[in-house]
């Protein structure tokens, strides 16, 4: 079974701050992806990466950057948090079959 | 520009009677697309996918169509059961570029007992 989790579960900010999301994956996929979610807007991605040290552009990468050191951890980085970064994130992989699968989530509020 | 569009954002069905869910797609080079299915606070889950070259794809009480002509896929789920109470979201990609997956805004399912 894959397993993907994501370091925190719930988490609280305040503005301007500097904030870290972690993801860890056993299943040697190469791909990773950040999404996040809100309402009506479904699932959109920041960033992903296909390899060590790579990265790419989601559709909205604005305000968050990624770290990708070693094959099984993909860090989202908030580099000054501010509330419109208030979601829900989602860690994924990519497996053989092309289906993704999920940590499960972290809700983040910035205050 | 979204690329994948679900319409509905709810839907509520009488528990036992068929669910239609509805995605369409805009971008002709999507060539896979998937039904992820989402509980509060937890991660999507993988339920059922489909390559362009098929058009029905059928898992227990899953299926999927893919109308490549009309850009238009459904998920139909029957006969529904309280426990497919969930948000259930599309997606598709190219598998011969970037591999990575176009999420649609999802549709809130409510089965009614």
């Known amino acids: 079974d894959v397993k993907v989790t994501q370091s925190s579960r719930y988490l609280v900010k305040r503005t301007g701050e500097k904030v870290f999301l972690e993801c860890v994956q056993d299943?040697?996929?190469?791909?990773m992806f950040w999404y996040r979610q809100d309402p009506g807007l479904g699932l959109r991605l920041i960033y992903f990466?296909?390899?060590?040290?790579?990265?790419e552009k989601g559709d909205i990468p604005e305000g968050y950057s990624v770290s990708r050191e070693k094959k099984e951890r993909f860090s989202l980085i908030l580099e000054s948090a501010s509330t419109n970064q208030t979601s829900m994130y989602l860690c994924?992989?990519?497996?053989?079959?092309?289906?993704?699968?999920f940590g499960q989530g972290t809700r983040l509020t910035v205050v | 520009d979204q690329q994948v569009k679900q319409n509905s954002p709810s839907l509520s069905v009488q528990e036992g009677r068929i669910s239609i869910l509805n995605c369409d797609y805009t971008n002709s080079m999507f060539d896979y697309f998937l039904w992820y299915k989402k509980y509060p606070a937890e991660g999507p889950t993988f339920l059922i996918s489909?390559?362009?070259?098929?058009d029905k794809n059928e898992d227990g009480r899953f299926t999927v169509f893919l109308n490549k002509s009309a850009k238009h896929l459904s998920l139909h789920i029957v006969p529904s059961q309280p426990g497919d109470s969930a948000v259930y979201f599309c997606?598709?990609?190219?598998?011969?570029?970037?591999?990575?997956?176009?999420f649609g805004q999802g549709t809130r399912l409510t089965i009614n007992p």
């Open positions: 299943m040697d996929h190469e791909n």
């Open positions: 990466s296909y390899d060590v040290k790579m990265k």
């Open positions: 489909i390559s362009s070259i098929k």
């Open positions: 994924a992989t990519l497996g053989q079959l092309f289906e993704a699968f």
């Open positions: 997606a598709a990609s190219d598998k011969s570029g970037a591999q990575k997956l176009v």
